[in-house]
C-alpha cells in the first residue's frame, strides 16, 4: 500500500543530535538537518519542530550536581533556544522561511509563543521552531513535543533520535541483543517502563489519540521517509 504524507507534522528534535555527540552546536550537522526539513517542508508538509536541548543543559543531570533543580530547568530551556536559533539560520539558507517561537520571552530573539500564529505560520509554508520548552520546570521537551502537536492539529508526532532506529526493549547501546518493536501500543509503552520518551508524553499522546514514531534522526533521508508516512522505527498508537 502506498503510504499518505501527512499534511503537518511535529518534529521532534533531541538535542543531543544538534552537537553530534559533543555540548554545544555542529554546524555542519545542523545544516544537514536543516537541508532534510526544508526538503519535507518544500514537499507541501506543514513542518512544526520542538527542539530539545540535551548538548547544552539537563536540568535534571545539574541539580544532581548541586544546583537548585528550578533555575538547572531554566539552564535547559535556554539551551533549546540555542538550538532553535542555529536550526532556524540553517533553514533559512536551505531556503525555507522559518519563524522561531520562544515559551519564555525574549522577542529580540524569537516570537513569542502564539498557537494561532503558528498554524498561519505553517500555512504559509514557514517551519516553526519551538523553543524553550514549556517554559516550565520539571517538563521534558518531549511532553512538550505531544502538546504542541496536539494544540496545533498535527496528524503526527515524529521523535527523531540520535542514532537509535527506534523503540528497543533494552538500550541498544549497551545490548547489542536489544530487539526492537515494530509497534506498540501507549499501554505496552508504559507497562514495559520503557525510557526513550517520558511517561508524561506517552500518556498525553495516549489520552489524545496522537500517534507517535520514533525513528533515526542519524541516517540520510530518514525525516522524509517518516514525513511521508511511510513505515519507519517504532510506532506507538492505540
Ligand atoms: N526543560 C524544562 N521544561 C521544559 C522543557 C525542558 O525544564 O518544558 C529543561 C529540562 O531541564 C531539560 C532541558 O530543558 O532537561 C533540556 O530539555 P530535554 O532534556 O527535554 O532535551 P533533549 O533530551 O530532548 O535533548
Redesign the pocket.
Known sequence: MMSKPYKRVLL??????FGGGKIGVDPAVVSNIAQQVAAVANSGVQVAIV????????????SQNGMERER??????L??VMNAIALQDFCEKAGVPTRVQS?ITMTQVAEPYIPRRAVRHLEKGRVVIFG?????????????SAQRALEIGCEALLMGKQGVDGVFDSDPKSNPSAIMFDELSYDEYLAKDLKVADAAAISLARDNDLKMVFFNLTVEGNIAKAASGEKIGTTIHR
Open positions: 521532534k528534535l533531541s538535542g543531543e543530535v527542539v530539545g536541548g540535551g548538548n547544552f543543559f539537563r536540568g535534571a543531570e545539574l538547572a530547568d531554566y539552564m535547559g530551556m539551551g533549546t515559551a524553550a520548552g514549556a517554559g516550565m520546570p520539571y517538563f521534558s521537551t518531549d511532553t512538550v
